[in-house]
């Protein structure tokens, strides 16, 4: 069915009859005055429910590979500690920081661009593209090979591979997020918000424990003298998480937000940017201090000397290790690991179950505030907290938790929630990679200010940004709870046609889904067109 908005905004529903084309402008909409058969309404709910657990299933694999920002658990953290000890010479920092670094510009690119490819062409084409490019990232690190056995050769064969794996992982976020966001909005809207968690934030921060626990079993079963079989077999673990979910992706049902709200030629990206530029400073602000802040006290866990990062994505530093278990080797930092894993994976639970009694925005700031207080109570008693190493490994795990719990879950949620749909993909990719620059830049100031202050206060200085967070969230950041996400889409829609915004509304490709009426308030579709 056409909707039409622009000079004339009158049509005749029960007829479906439209006046003259040239006097007003389209736009194709999905919704329709018939009614929905209740074979098609099941088929409906059951497509939702698979677009959840498609969201989640893919998601697993990019927390499997990649996700590093708060506890910093995932497959490459222990292929960093192999890599330094098959490698000792040629593992070098700067070698481990290129690789690294392919992944993060990796990532940037491909919640950007997957981000946008979201929004024009479908959700299901995003999933699409990001289940490619991670299967194929993955094969490649599996059968990573330098020339003539060449170690540098091997490096940057890793190094290519890791930069296609990134730009699926990136893409996830935006795919993923809007995608579960807008099905657990159809099923269930009460509960969108905590189901949303579960099925995002969840599957990130369990893929990390994932991986350290399959590297564990493989390390177990191939042991330490067989070092290259173990890293490439657990990278070969982790092609069956995306192959296993692409077929089930591919029968996803677009959501009925997308099929009504969806603007796929003529963006409106000034008009958009004009009313939701306070809550793009909000969400990108609250995700870049995030990853900032999770970076940057991490690199104090994984830093070996003052003036040197052996592991930018590493694990604990070889000193707590030393002073926790006196032989601690490959196994024992694993194990660190898969605990630290744990005690991150309860924030998400916590914070699913806050998001709605306490609200988006107030759960957020709680769980900055655990970052400025157990930042500094860190940074401030530094001397004396880690000659305590239980401690200090409590005080950090606290501190994993809480981010989890706030910004790590609302990041999330916030930039599925605060956009409408039409743009949403974009806005979330926007916001995820604005996150990932807070990333490099934590990883840029880290060294300088160890050098300069010392190593406490790159604590203080986290726990200073956690301050900051909870400014930016409190100001910038709208609170969605209990918010119908079709209200904010009807909104967006009148306030485009206030401002003269001419073009099609709707998914074209799913017109044959039909649904309700919904349409934007203020408009009159009693008469026909004259």
Request: overall charge neutral; some cysteine.
């Amino acid at each position: 069915m056409a909707l039409l908005l622009g000079d004339q905004q009158e049509f005749d529903v029960e007829t479906s009859q439209i006046g003259d084309p040239c006097q007003s402008v389209i736009y194709e909409t999905a919704t329709s005055s018939r009614r929905v058969s209740n074979a098609t309404r099941r088929k409906l709910t059951l497509g939702s429910y698979m677009t959840i657990a498609a969201a989640a299933s893919g998601l697993v694999s990019d927390g499997y590979f990649d996700y590093e920002i708060i506890d910093h658990n995932n497959l490459m953290t222990m292929t960093n500690v192999v890599f330094k000890q098959l490698y000792p010479t040629e593992y070098t920092s700067a070698v481990s920081t290129r690789v690294s670094n392919a992944l993060l510009v990796g990532e940037i690119i491909g919640q950007l661009f997957i981000g946008i490819l979201c929004d024009r062409m479908g959700r299901k084409s995003g999933l699409f593209v990001t289940t490619l490019l991670i299967v194929i990232g993955a094969i490649l690190c599996t059968a990573a090979k330098g020339a003539n056995g060449s170690v540098q050769g091997l490096f940057w064969f890793m190094t290519i591979a890791r930069g296609v794996t990134g730009v699926g992982n990136g893409g996830e976020y935006p795919a993923s997020g809007t995608s579960a966001s807008e099905a657990t909005d159809e099923i269930m809207s009460t509960n969108r918000g905590p189901v949303f968690l579960l099925a995002t934030s969840l599957p990130l921060v369990l893929g990390g424990p994932l991986a350290v626990s399959v590297f564990l079993i493989v390390l177990s079963a191939a042991g330490e003298t067989h070092l290259e079989t173990v890293w490439r077999v657990c990278f070969g673990v982790g092609i069956l998480f995306p192959v296993t979910v692409f077929y089930f992706r591919m029968r996803m049902v677009r959501s009925k937000l997308f099929r009504e709200g969806a603007i796929k030629r003529h963006v409106p990206y000034r008009l958009a940017l004009k009313r939701y530029w306070k809550s793009l400073i909000g969400t990108c602000g609250a995700w870049f201090t995030l990853d900032f802040v999770g970076i940057l006290s991490y690199l104090v866990m994984v830093s070996q000397e003052l003036d040197q990062i052996f592991y930018p994505n590493g694990i604990f530093s070889a000193t707590i290790i030393a002073s926790v278990i006196p032989n601690g080797g490959i196994r024992a930092t694993a194990e660190w690991q898969l605990l630290l894993g744990a005690i991150a994976l309860l924030g998400v639970f916590v914070g699913a179950f806050l998001c709605n009694p306490l609200g988006r925005r107030n759960t957020m700031i709680l769980g900055f505030f655990g970052y400025l207080a157990f930042g500094l109570i860190i940074g401030c008693g530094y001397e004396r907290v880690t000659k305590i190493v239980p401690l200090f490994v409590t005080l950090y795990g606290l501190m994993t938790f809480m981010g989890n719990l706030g910004p790590g879950n609302m990041s999330l949620l916030t930039s599925a929630e605060s956009y409408p749909t039409s743009i949403r993909g974009t806005c979330f990719g926007i916001s995820a990679a604005i996150g990932k620059v807070g990333a490099a830049v934590g990883t840029e100031v880290f060294t300088p200010t160890q050098k300069d202050l010392g190593q406490k206060w790159t604590f203080i200085l986290a726990g200073i940004f956690g301050g900051l967070g909870m400014l930016v969230t409190y100001f910038f950041v709208p609170d969605m709870t209990g918010v119908d996400l079709a209200n904010e889409d009807e909104k967006f829609l009148k306030y485009l046609a206030d401002n003269g915004w001419h073009g099609d509304v709707g998914d074209e490709d799913a017109a044959s889904v039909t649904t309700e009426s919904n349409f934007p308030d203020g408009i009159n579709y009693d008469e026909k067109v004259q």
